[in-house]
């Protein structure tokens, strides 16, 4: 299985600038007790907002970092990754397999001898926007360890009716008296 730092750095020059405004939708992110990974399912769809690019389906397995037990997506994580776009289907869904990166879905599993011959696995521009999100969204805001034992919640003690003694009730403060004439001219305005 590859990481997402090298999957993101394998990725053509060509195929990342593609993937400018990206319009993402988080589906669903979670992470079950008995999965050893955190899945992701995405909407994507690519263009300015005058554009209407159409939009595909994502999915990110996140397995965590070597050595860790969240499963925050960093440069590090061992991902699996798959999209429903003709690219991701015809470049690069047999080449990911071949790495564990991806499953064959949509297509009967031939070799893509024309448009990927020497078999390099990397992104399509929706994965590639996804996981550059996704990371940054992690670094922000975490995820918390999901293999951690909850600890319980202390109960609150209610609030009691306890009347303080009449010396110690803080008095109201006093009346000030104004000071100089009531109606002060405001600046740059004339009377």
Known sequence: MLTAKALLAKTPSRVRYRASYPRIHILKDFTKKNLEYRSIFANVALGNTESTGDSY????????????????????SFVWV?????????????????????????????????????LRPYLCKHLYALTLYMIARDKKYGVKDMSAPKRPVPARKPPTSVKKPASKIAKPPAARKPTGPSKVPRPGRRR
């Open 82 to 118: 798959h999209c429903s776009c003709p690219y991701f289907t015809y470049n690069l869904e047999v080449v990911l397999k071949l790495r564990g990166s991806s499953d064959i879905k949509n297509t009967n599993g031939e070799m893509p001898r024309i448009k990927n011959p020497s």
């Open 57 to 76: 389906n994502l999915t990110i397995r996140c397995h965590g970092a070597k050595g860790s037990s969240k499963f925050n997506m960093t440069p590090d």
